[in-house]
């Protein structure tokens, strides 16, 4: 590869590093993958997805259709959506140590 294009793909990843630090909300909430997720579950910093289903279980009927681990203003939220029998979508937010409910509303 050139030295151009090493330049301009290292100009791209400063430029794009740049604007995610510039956006405090892009930062804020990410996405943790099924690597991470292990490993904070295995450290006991989260609590298994089966405990969270159990709990969610507990407030709202239906079928699983999503479900995300995200690290939000300084925790680890478990984000969990069901499709009820009216055919409705309800967004339920936990905390991922405590399973705590957060947040229980309709999905748009």
């Given at each position: 590869?050139?030295?151009?294009?090493?330049?301009?793909?290292?100009?791209?990843?400063?430029?794009?590093?740049?604007?995610?630090?510039?956006?405090?909300?892009?930062?804020?909430?990410?996405?943790?993958?099924?690597?991470?997720?292990?490993?904070?579950?295995?450290?006991?910093?989260?609590?298994?997805?089966?405990?969270?289903?159990?709990?969610?279980?507990?407030?709202?009927?239906?079928?699983?259709?999503?479900t995300e681990l995200e690290f939000e203003?300084?925790?680890?939220?478990?984000?969990?959506?069901?499709?009820d029998d009216d055919g409705l979508v309800?967004?339920?937010?936990?905390?991922?140590?405590?399973?705590?409910?957060?947040?229980?509303?309709?999905?748009?």
């Open positions: 590869m050139s030295k151009l294009k090493c330049g301009r793909c290292l100009s791209i990843i400063l430029l794009s590093t740049g604007l995610m630090m510039a956006m405090p909300g892009t930062l804020a909430l990410a996405d943790i993958d099924h690597r991470a997720a292990r490993e904070l579950r295995l450290s006991g910093k989260i609590l298994p997805l089966e405990r969270i289903i159990e709990v969610v279980r507990e407030v709202k009927t239906g079928i699983i259709i999503e203003k300084g925790r680890y939220i478990y984000e969990v959506e069901i499709l309800w967004e339920i937010e936990l905390d991922a140590a405590t399973a705590e409910i957060l947040k229980i509303e309709l999905d748009d």
